[in-house]
T-cell receptor, first 112, second 114 residues
Framework: GDSVTQMEGPVTLSEEAFLTINCTYT??????LFWYVQYPGEGLQLLLK?????DKGSNKGFEATYRKETTSFHLEKGSVQVSDSAVYFC???????????FGTGTSLTVIP | DVKVTQSSRYLVKRTGEKVFLECVQDMDHENMFWYRQDPGLGLRLIYF???????EKGDIPEGYSVSREKKERFSLILESASTNQTSMYLC?????????????FGSGTRLTVV
């Protein structure tokens, strides 16, 4: 069945460091791919999405490119800030759009 | 912006109690979902609903039921709370069933069963 695998954390970075959080997926057909962010004590918020191969989603300095050949959707940011400390979830919708599948989340802590 | 309101941020209940978690939306979205979130397990789907009075089981429905009498309200019910149901519960909704629709989440209810 459809599934998402993302790198385990926790990840700790210094401010202004480069961030990569790996995400790979297994799906039949052509899923849409998403990154969600969860700040402490809050629900999940949509960070960015891509709906077809080679699409690049971007928001707040974060980027991810839908790579069908490697079944990946890695999240990147060139220079992280303390305010980026949160848990990041990779997710996909099934081909029919009826259900979401989430990764287990990657905790990021950015230190000054 | 779509607003998803979960009735409580924190709840403490006793084993065996019947527990109601409420989720209310201020838009006309059809699809509503209940997830639980646990460390190392990510989000797991409990139940979902595509319309009033309609419900479908997710991946872990055991010990839970749901009610959707009105479009804007989707309730999760723990029939007899147990300690293994201590978790963060997240309500989500989406405007349609298409693959391009993302979810909007509520802030979550952290339930502790003692």
């Amino acid at each position: 069945g459809d599934s998402v695998t993302q790198m385990e954390g926790p990840v700790t970075l210094s401010e202004e460091a480069f961030l990569t959080i790996n995400c790979t997926y297994t799906a039949t057909g052509y899923p849409s791919l998403f990154w969600y962010v969860q700040y402490p004590g809050e629900g999940l918020q949509l960070l960015l999405k891509a709906t077809k191969a080679d699409d690049k989603g971007s928001n707040k300095g974060f980027e991810a490119t839908y790579r069908k050949e490697t079944t990946s959707f890695h999240l990147e940011k060139g220079s992280v800030q303390v305010s980026d400390s949160a848990v990041y979830f990779c997710a996909l919708t099934s081909n029919t759009g009826n259900q979401f599948y989430f990764g287990t989340g990657t905790s990021l802590t950015v230190i000054p | 912006d779509v607003k998803v309101t979960q009735s409580s941020r924190y709840l403490v209940k006793r084993t065996g109690e019947k527990v109601f978690l409420e989720c209310v939306q201020d838009m006309d979205h059809e699809n509503m979902f209940w997830y639980r979130q646990d460390p190392g397990l990510g989000l797991r789907l409990i139940y979902f609903s595509y319309d009033v009075k309609m419900k479908e089981k997710g991946d872990i429905p055991e010990g839970y039921s749901v009610s959707r009498e009105k479009k804007e309200r989707f309730s999760l019910i723990l029939e007899s709370a147990s300690t293994n149901q201590t978790s963060m519960y997240l309500c989500a909704l989406s405007p349609g069933r298409g693959r391009d629709y993302g979810y909007t989440f509520g802030s979550g209810t952290r339930l502790t069963v003692v």
